[in-house]
């Protein structure tokens, strides 16, 4: 049975740091790249970051790029976004999710952009 579960949400002050975790379990970790995506409240889910399967190639949303860092650990089958100068507009849901290859969507993310799902963790910055 495929699981994604994301840890490490929680209440943070804008300017702090929050590391998510997802541990997946299911299916061979290391043949999939991994993404991270968020949904905040009456929006719709978007695109936040991914990571290939080995590790040596990321993509960021502009609105992350230079403050939140995804990464992976293949033998943990472990994923991981590092986030750091956290703003209020980064409250959300956050999602992770596994797909063959890396997702080309960097906008708003579909069900089926993805192939597995976990659960999501939610993340809230206060100003």
């Known amino acids: 049975q495929v699981q994604l579960v994301e840890s490490g949400g929680g209440f943070v002050q804008a300017g702090g740091s929050l590391r998510l975790s997802c541990a997946a379990s299911?299916?061979?970790?290391?043949?999939?790249?991994m993404a991270w995506l968020r949904q905040a409240f009456g929006e719709e889910r978007e695109f936040v970051a991914a990571i290939n399967w080995s590790g040596d190639g990321t993509v960021y949303a502009d609105s992350v790029k230079g403050r939140f860092t995804v990464s992976r650990d293949n033998p943990k089958s472990t994923a991981y976004l590092q986030m750091n100068s956290l703003k209020p507009e980064d409250t959300a849901v956050y999602y992770c999710?596994?797909?063959?290859?890396?997702?080309?969507?960097?906008?708003?993310?579909?069900?089926?952009?993805?192939?597995?799902w976990g659960i999501g963790t939610l993340v809230t910055v206060s100003s």
């Open positions: 999710a596994a797909n063959p290859t890396v997702p080309a969507v960097r906008g708003t993310v579909r069900q089926n952009d993805m192939t597995y």
């Open positions: 299911g299916f061979t970790f290391s043949n999939y790249a």
